[in-house]
């Protein structure tokens, strides 16, 4: 039986990095995805499907496969620009942002799916099977253990979050359709490390921890107890809030294209990446695109030194360079602490 009931996003307790870096993507899925690294039981699952779940409905061409965006001609699927071609218009419906799980031990052909050759060579015409990027399409990709998922089929899954489609070739014929989702990968670092190239690939990254804190602990108790024994009265109490926050992504959204950084904080950034000694341009560009989002998300259109210190942790954790034995994911109160200490405030 299908459990539908979904805890609300804003009754989740503490763990506000995570809430920040899926918020982040949902304004701006350029950032990447977020790696949530972290023990079991962290509330990963839940907050995602929190965040799907108060993000406003999508506008989609009627009966595509590929959920496609009807105003926007440049990322329609074969089939919608076809039809768009014989019948002048595409109708439309709307639908909630999905959260779609890849199954563990989903192979290649499940993932991108698969062309039926045998067709396409005696009809001449192309028949696509879709797999899950398709089924992802923007909505967001959850992975749960990405560490243990073949080297491979990550790669495929970074591609295509790269790139926002997905394109499937055999023997000479290659099919492609969009495929922009956020990606949400979990891992637990004591079952498998990830190795440090998929780590970068990630845009953001977050070290989550169980609660200690007694108070917010007998917080968590409590808020769960409320939702298992009432969750519509849950869902009523923090819709307000949720509704607050989408009012915010919306509106963080509208303004990002507009949001500007000036030169000397763009010099900030890349200091910061060279006193850390992070390899590669890509900390650069993600602490850009990750500060812009957070100025957007305050309603500013021009960065601030903190929204810069506010995006050193997700965007940095998994990029240090690491010491022999140190953990895949660095400490991020030592990204900061490192950062005062090398370039000031
Ligand atoms: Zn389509």
Known sequence: MKDNRIYPF???????TMKLALILNAVNPKIGGVLISGEKGTAKSTA?????????????????????????????CPDCHEKLDTEGRLTTSRMKMKVVDLPIN??????????????????????????????ANRGILYVDEVNLLDDHIVDVLLDSAAM????????????????????????????????????DRFGLCVNITGVSDPAKRVEIVMSRAHFEEDPVGMAKKWKPKDQELAEKIIQAKAILPQVSISKDLLLKIVNISIALDVNGHRSDL???????????????????????????????????????????????????????QKIGD
């Open 164 to 199: 926002g489609i997905n394109t499937v070739e055999r023997e000479g014929i290659s099919y492609t359709h969009p495929a922009e989702f956020i990606l949400v990968g979990t891992m637990n670092p004591e079952e498998g490390e990830l190795r440090p190239q998929l780590l």
């Open 286 to 340: 993600i602490m850009m695109k990750a500060s812009k989002t957070i100025a957007g998300f305050y309603g500013r259109k021009e960065v601030q030194a903190q929204d810069i210190n506010d995006s050193l942790e997700i965007a940095l954790a998994h990029r240090m360079r690491r010491q022999p034995f140190e953990e895949m994911v660095i400490d991020p109160g030592r990204i900061t602490e490192l950062v005062r």
């Open 106 to 135: 989903a192979t290649e052909d499940r993932v991108i799916g698969t062309l039926d050759l045998e067709h396409a060579i005696k009809k001449g015409e192309k028949r696509f099977e879709p797999g899950i990027l398709a089924e």
């Open 48 to 76: 995602v499907r929190a965040l799907a779940e108060l993000l406003p409905d999508i506008e989609v061409v009627a009966g595509c496969r590929f959920f496609c965006d009807p105003t926007i001609s440049g990322k329609l």
């Open 10 to 16: 804003s009754a989740i307790v503490g763990q506000e």
